[in-house]
């Protein structure tokens, strides 16, 4: 039996990264990522909205270049699994919690036009002439 899961996500990230060492040391990064639709109402012909918020996790290096250069409110692209866990909280209680794990992260928006932050080094991928494009990455 074949199968699929794969999501693709474009939107603003409504908070900064939020990145920790796991047991290995390697980096992970949890991301807030809201996604917005727009309509306009038959009725009344006002334009209505509504966000969804998704939880987006990254692993290795595809952490550290979150942690290194987005931000909060960057826009950006997603493209990874969807992953359901089971967790208990304090009172014992079974808890789910479904997030994307991410496989790619592209910037899409530049935070001073077309020049990398400050502290950026000119290249992170090997394979990739701008810093802010993770698409191209081997990780």
């Known amino acids: 039996m074949a199968g699929l899961n794969r999501v ?62 987005l931000s909060k409110g960057s826009l950006i692209y997603v493209e990874g699994r969807l992953q359901t866990r089971k967790w208990q909280d304090q009172s014992g209680a079974d808890r789910y919690t479904t997030e994307i794990l991410a496989q790619k992260i592209q910037l899409l928006d530049r935070a001073s036009g077309d020049e990398p932050p400050q502290d950026a080094e000119p290249r992170h991928c090997e394979t990739s002439d701008d810093p802010y494009d993770f698409s191209k990455c081997p990780f």
Not at 10 to 17: K, T
Not at 29 to 56: C, F, M, P, Q, Y
């Open 8 to 69: 693709m996500l474009l939107g603003n990230l409504g908070q900064a990264p939020q990145v920790r060492q796991a047991q290995g040391g390697s980096p992970v990064a949890n991301l807030r990522l809201a996604t917005n639709e727009s309509w306009r109402d038959r009725v009344s012909g006002e334009l209505k909205t509504s966000t969804e918020w998704h939880n987006i996790v990254a692993f290795g290096r595809t952490a550290e270049m979150v942690d290194r250069f």
